[in-house]
């Protein structure tokens, strides 16, 4: 039996001293993770990746001494689930697909916002009672930015007149080069309308149109490369893994383009459909003012200019001061967008000629059914 | 004694090429952090330091940063001090539902982290500390603990029975005992546990993206840009990552190594 | 005074042990205990209402995409552990019969760090090896051999699986094969066995344990990735982990991803129980 002497008797951290320690250094670590300067007010925002970046919100912050905080979600559902999990209040802004401000309201999420406040004259009319922003003549969301869902493409590979059809996606040369963006909506809106389901609308179709849309989409399956998140369905197209997808357009294809992928999106004869994002208050924030202060910022010329140019995604503008400001900052966007009066895939002239649709929860059946679906439909 | 000696370089070749294979994915993101294209291809342009300027000029990503080394640190401490607890418990100590004991300490690593990521959040959030960092620190100790107890254990297991016995002999109480002799002699064994445990701590993503809220740590925020746009930011990134982590990991290593007396195969 | 020194005892064995089962209790117990009882729980609303009843499980267990997913998760986990295990073995056997004692200590010394750094990362690095443009076609190309497609196919999931478990399977088996006493392996080659042989009759049967110990921590990380099935392999199959990620991702599921995320604990339970039977049942 030995007895190490020469360890008994020499200070030794125990556990007590070791979480002495850890919360020295944890102290420690603390003021270099606060900032130097005065406490700026922090806003708690909750959206679409991108739009709590330097890029979007700096000018802000610097001018209001304010800072983003932000968490992002990938999809509608998505959203829901992560407000949930958090206590109320959590979130001063939030941004939003049209579609789901219903749902954040009847949750009790959102406040009701002063229609005064923001600049309604400068929106265009066809956007000033835009549905799901208003529940009884009350307003619960303020829309900012929109884009057109149709067929993105790889340029090399394939013809705009090729793409000018949601048929494209079921040419035999693109066998295995379709990918599908993860989200039963858009992409099942999508073949809605290649269905022909155009009036009503591709959301809004009976249990026959249904069935019809389900056959369809199956059709497609032995075409399909893979099914991407976001940081996928950019890097599928980037890499050429995949020459056409199904269920985006130019929030995608514009930001590969700004880095010279040769990727375009085009809205098909049988139509487009229209994602629109808006802004509302998060209930019990305590920071309503600033955040009135933003969406209006958002909504000013410099804003919308901003929003447009986003660098997570382009996006088109609903206000005429933001299309005048656009044309004036960057012609050569403004063009490509068609945020001007005279072109061809001007946005309202599309809206007018019908060839655009929101896109909406569906109508007739539940949002489970089409979710399931789309899990049967991925599990093929 | 091990045979034909012909067909040795063949085998040490396949050592190599396990290596390799395993090391592939650590010199690619090394590489292509300093790689000037917007595009992960080959062949590379040119070098260049913008990435790591991007990451170290991104107040967010610092941010994440350092409540990554916080949340670190404390499991480290907290998941060392329980697994010290754990393992001399079953080293000094036979009882009932001793089985139950172990396994209740062993277990974790066996649940998936996708599974356990969502049962923490809808835990934590009934217990209304979810979204904070307390969050993650509870979720991943209990990740922790059964690597910090395996480690502690196994040095545990190297010490000679007898000098517990010794020390209660000549009078000294089962307390002092523990803290003159055991603790000491398991010494480098806590620090190796405290560097693992941190390691795992500071690259674990899928429990801390369940529960972190707006609490990002780094790999909360790695999910985030490979799930909205990969940038290239993301090789920069994932360099410091792996830097922080290799060097935890090799100092965790020399800490077992140099504490282990009679190691006759290596840990 | 006995009792009092036998009541100062069971204070300081209770001290110890109360550490553990306060902390895995409140939160390791208590999490998968919820995690339980949520699965019976209703959702209004997209709020979760705590009730009792079968219709989570009924619903999700009715599915046939939740058969494939099981079936296919179940598949590929084993295959990507046999294929592991297998690919493993010439490098444990060298780490643990070949090399040095040094050799040995460096090798395990590599293998052990990457296993511990970000697999998020690795497996992202991986894309980039394995993409159509990326650095393996790059190469194939330099040899004039045409672009193969790697990514989006069960093929690149178990890569990621490899990247994931590789090092430790080898360790572990590397540690087991290298306590095996080496007369009995001497025996064998001077009873005139080549190498093969004195692997399959005499290193194997005897290294059996830690073999399937090894074999059972590959196939509980494998069934249980998502980031190798998702980010290399495209959700080309969806795993059952794919399925728990979608059905949390959407209108506040929670009950149904429990349900499956229960199944998936009791599948990795039976197959432990399974394995460690295999281990311990038959004794010699």
Known sequence: MRVNKSRANIMRPSRRDMLKIAGASAAFSIPHIRPSQAAPTEINLLSWYGHGEPDLVGEFEAKHNVKFKSKYYAGGDNMLALIAQSPPGTYDLILSDAEYVQQLLTAGYIDQLDPADYPFDDIFDEFKQFPGHWKDKKLYAVIVRYGHLGVAYNTTKISREDASSYKVFWKPELKGKIGHFDWHLPNLGSISLLDGNAKPGPFDINKAQWDHLKETTRSLRPQVAGFFDLGGTFSSLKSEQVWATVGIGDWITGVLKRDGAPVDSVVPKEGGIQWTESYSIGKNSGKQDIAKKFIQYILSPAGQVRTAKLKAYPALLPTKGGWKALQAADPAEANRLGLIDSADNNPIKLLREGRIHYRRLPVQQSLEEWNEFWQEYKSA | ?267 | MASDARRRAAIFAVAWRAPLLIWQGSFFIGALGFLTVMSFWLVKNYRMEPAFVFQNWERILARPFFWDAFWRTLGLASLGTLVISVLAFPAAYTIGLVLSPRAQRLAIFLLVIPFFTSYLVRAYAWQIILADRGILNFLLSWLGIPAVSMLNTPAATLVGYATLTLPLVVVLQALSISSIDRRLIEAAYNLGCTRLRAISMAIVPLARSGLIIAAVFAFILCYGDFVAPYYLGGSLPPTLSILIVDTAKSGQQWPRSAVVAITMIGVLMAVSFVAMRLVYGRRR
């Open chain 2, 1 to 267: 004694m091990t045979g034909p000696r012909l067909d040795t370089l063949w085998l040490k070749a396949y050592v190599g090429l396990a290596l390799a294979f395993v090391f592939a994915p650590i010199a690619v993101a090394l590489v292509f952090s300093f790689n000037s294209s917007r595009f992960p291809t080959l062949p590379l342009q040119s070098f260049t330091l913008e990435w790591y300027e991007d990451v170290a000029s991104n107040p967010e990503l610092i941010s994440a940063f350092g409540r990554s080394a916080l949340v670190a640190l404390l499991v480290a401490a907290l998941s060392t001090a329980i697994g010290f607890a754990t393992a001399y418990t079953d080293y000094r100590f036979s009882f009932r539902g001793k089985g139950f004991f172990v396994a209740l300490a062993l277990l974790p690593p066996t649940i998936p982290s996708v599974i356990m990521g969502l049962a923490m959040l809808a835990w934590l959030s009934r217990l209304a500390i979810s979204g904070t960092i307390a969050a993650i620190v509870v979720a991943h100790t209990v990740i922790c603990i059964p690597f910090a107890t395996a480690i502690i254990r196994l040095r545990l297991s190297e010490m000679d029975a007898g000098l517990e016995l010794a020390a209660w002999n000549l009078g000294a109480s089962p307390w002092t005992a523990v803290r003159t002799l055991v603790l000491p002699f398991a010494r480098r064994s806590l620090l190796a546990a405290m560097a693992l445990t941190a390691a795992v701590s500071f690259d674990e993503y899928a429990v801390a993206w369940f529960v972190s809220g707006l609490q990002k740590t780094v790999p909360v925020v790695v999910l985030e840009i490979l799930t909205g746009n990969v940038d290239p930011r993301i090789n920069a990134i994932g360099a410091i990552v792996f830097v922080t982590s290799m060097s935890l990991v090799i100092a965790a290593q020399i800490l077992i190594g140099r504490s282990s007396q009679k190691s006759g195969t290596a840990e």
